[in-house]
């Protein structure tokens, strides 16, 4: 898993920067720097080698019993071009 740090020179800005908004008083630069490592941590974890279940490779699949209709039906639609997708479209990397 690839590590996400952050620099001195960021923690000092958004530091600097919750100090201007009044943000978070009282908590200390090396709180701020934890939580936002650990936030950077989780952030890693969920996009870096994740399987996304969401898609039809990982298993997923539409319920047509659960799905509504095309708003975009009719043969206006058709004659003018304009395409319509199947409910499935989203289960598909883009």
Sequence with gaps: MQKLSLDKETLELIISQLKTER????????????????????????????????????????????????????LMNWLSGASTHPPSIILVVS
């Design 23 to 74: 943000i978070g008083e009282g908590v200390s630069a090396d709180e701020v720097r934890k939580i936002i490592e650990t936030e950077l941590e989780a952030f890693a974890a969920d996009r870096i080698n994740a399987s996304d279940h969401a898609l039809a490779s990982g298993g997923a699949s539409i319920v047509g019993s659960k799905t509504s209709r095309s708003y975009r039906t009719g």
